[in-house]
Nanobody, 122 residues
Framework: QVQLVESGGGLVQAGGSLRLSCTAS???????????MGWHRQAPGKQRELVAE???????KYADSVKGQFTISRDNAKNTVYLQMNSLKPEDTAVYYC?????????????WGQGTQVTVSS
């Protein structure tokens, strides 16, 4: 099994930046089987939505709403994925969840983190 632990959330003013991190731990066999890692978010009263994903080889996919604003990156040696969020807006307020799966971009996700709150004040 794999556990995903997120960090880096918090309260920031509009226009500010935050960097989220998510590290996978657990079975080495299961961790090595992971291909896509990424971030989803869920705002109050809304459905969970994809923010960004990245494969082990570095291919990326972004939600249209965050293109040019957020950057996803990954350190395979550290089993860690990052989300650099710039020019944050109040509408970016949500719980951000790390997720990982064995397939490529857009494939089913097998593991989920507990989530980290991001709050952007106006």
């Amino acid at each position: 099994q794999v556990q995903l632990v997120e960090s880096g959330g918090g309260l920031v003013q509009a226009g500010g930046s935050l960097r989220l991190s998510c590290t996978a731990s657990g079975s080495i066999f299961s961790i090595n089987a992971i291909n896509a890692m990424g971030w989803h978010r869920q705002a109050p009263g809304k459905q969970r939505e994809l923010v960004a994903e990245i494969t082990r080889g570095g291919r990326t996919k972004y939600a249209d709403s965050v293109k040019g604003q957020f950057t996803i990156s990954r350190d395979n040696a550290k089993n860690t994925v990052y989300l650099q969020m710039n020019s944050l807006k109040p509408e970016d307020t949500a719980v951000y969840y790390c997720a990982a799966g064995e397939y490529g971009l857009g494939g089913p996700l097998k593991y989920w983190g507990q989530g980290t709150q991001v709050t952007v004040s106006s």
